[in-house]
């Protein structure tokens, strides 16, 4: 495939190209690197809490006695109240309010209260950047956009990366490699980017937009705005009755005997205006799921439309699932996780070709080494922090990221970069042998065993490319 441009339109876009790569790389890393781990969530959180009993069958009668139980223990009941329901892919049942969550027992009775400090903070560093989260997911969503700006340049500044697409030149000049990889990862791996790039930019812009259309299409109601996307809230008044879950989950198997149900949220908890949504996946469809509605006593209200409704309110409840793979099973999260760390890759080896092209060694060169190359030993050492000690895994986290850079201040990049990797392999050597003193058994099974092989062969990894590594 051969086509030109005009020299000057190619210069243009290789030049804004290369600016907007050196500004939002950084970022861009870690916003990469967080998400390509934050695909495996479910199995994260699992491996936190090992302890916690997998199943699928549960009793919907022991689970309503259990919850009513709960909310009239002199808990604080949040306006929503929720219960994720256990499934193939999250075979675990719980019960949250916005700030507490409990396991629940297969026989129904209330568990532990759970405790996933890392996964949360890890996924708060993919959406949020650790930074308030009205200002994050904007920022974060940001960088989506940008994304989307880097891919399409990208391809306009370097008309041969198609024919290029299978040129992997390794071991020259330190510009020709990285460029090879970059541009090599980036050809392979651009549909996904490019899939990445757009729904990550609409988690945070969709909120800045309804301002703007409920004005256009509702006189300004934002609320008739969210009502025609959501579905307007159920008007009910009824007695303060205990919630009846079980005749809403009995009730599921004729109403959608398809649909494989897993969460209940309970709107309005507490109010006599109270009530139930089910969500449900559908086999074949990409959206997140079907909301069915109940009132508190269980009747039935309706469904939500989503999986039958207009194109554009199907496509904005398929945006989480695009977005994090959560779609097929673990055969897409592994996907995902593959082309996340290319696009990791992608987002370094960026900034790796600036930094060559400039022609001399100095702290940038330093201090990007010991950012890149200290992520992971500060995801590690925060994992380690979240299992075993008192300390916030968030804080822990940039602790080691700006002892990472301050290490690389003192010495040279190959150096820092040797030192990194083997502090790496130690950390997530670390990471396996922590989590099984604690949990013994419990850290051989189900995801916590995934977990632990995965940072097992990391480290191993790690290991052997700090060995071979030049320190000089």
């Known amino acids: 495939m ?99 969550t409990w396991l629940v027992h297969p026989d129904g009775t209330l568990g532990a209260e759970v405790a996933h400090e890392w996964t949360d903070m890890l996924v708060n560093l993919h959406l949020y950047l650790h930074l308030p989260r009205n200002i994050g997911m904007i920022f974060v969503s940001a960088f989506g956009a940008i994304l989307c700006g880097l891919i399409v340049s990208g391809f306009f500044a370097h008309p041969r990366i198609l024919k290029d697409a299978f040129n992997l030149r390794l071991g020259g000049s330190r510009q020709l490699e990285q460029t090879d990889i970059h541009n090599r990862l980036s050809v392979w791996s651009a549909p996904f980017h490019l899939v990445i ?139 995902y996780g593959i082309f996340g760390l290319a696009l990791s890759v992608v987002s370094v080896t960026g900034i790796n070709i600036w930094l060559a092209k400039r022609g001399k060694k100095d702290v940038i060169n330093r201090l990007w080494s010991g950012f890149v190359w200290g992520a992971p030993v500060a995801l590690a050492l925060s994992a380690i922090a979240a299992l075993a000690l008192p300390l916030s895994p968030a804080g822990c986290f940039w602790a080691v990221m700006a002892a990472a850079a301050g290490l690389s201040l003192f010495m040279n990049q190959d150096r820092t970069v040797r030192i990194l990797m083997l502090a790496s392999a130690a950390a997530l050597a670390g990471v396996a042998l922590c989590h099984a003193i604690l949990f013994g058994a419990y850290a051989a099974q189900d995801a916590a065993l995934a977990v632990n092989l995965a940072a097992v062969l990391l480290a191993a990894g790690f290991l052997a490319a700090g060995l071979t590594r030049k320190a000089a």
Not at 61 to 79: D, F, I, M, P, R
Not at 239 to 262: C, K, N
Not at 301 to 326: K, R, T
């Open 197 to 335: 790039a757009v729904t990550g930019a609409f988690f945070g812009f969709f909120g800045l937009v309804m301002g703007p259309l409920s004005q256009t299409y509702f006189d300004g109601d934002r609320t008739q705005a969210m009502a025609a996307l959501y579905g307007a809230e159920p008007a009910l008044a009824q007695d303060m009755e205990p919630v009846g879950l079980s005749a809403a989950l009995t009730r599921m198997d004729e109403i959608a005997p398809q649909a494989e149900p897993f969460y209940l949220t309970i709107e309005d908890a507490g109010t006599p205006q109270q009530y139930m949504i089910i969500g449900a996946t559908h086999p074949g469809r990409l959206i997140y799921a079907e909301q069915y509605r109940f009132d508190a006593a269980g009747n039935y209200l309706g469904p939500a439309g989503f999986a039958d409704g207009e194109a554009g309110q199907q496509v904005i409840f398929s945006v989480y699932q695009a977005h994090f793979g959560q779609f097929g099973g673990m055969l897409s999260k592994v996907f």
């Open 2 to 100: 051969k086509f030109s441009l005009p020299s000057g339109f190619v210069k243009r876009s290789l030049a804004s190209h290369s600016w907007l790569g050196l500004m939002t790389g950084a970022l861009m890393y870690l916003i990469c690197l967080s998400g390509t781990l934050a695909v495996f969530g479910q199995e994260l959180q699992q491996w936190e809490q090992p302890r916690g009993d997998t199943f699928t069958e549960f009793d919907p009668q022991a689970l309503e006695t259990t919850y009513n139980e709960l909310t009239a223990s002199g808990v604080e009941v949040t306006h929503h109240m929720f219960v994720m329901l256990p499934t193939e892919k999250r075979p675990r049942l719980t019960i949250s309010s916005e700030n507490q």
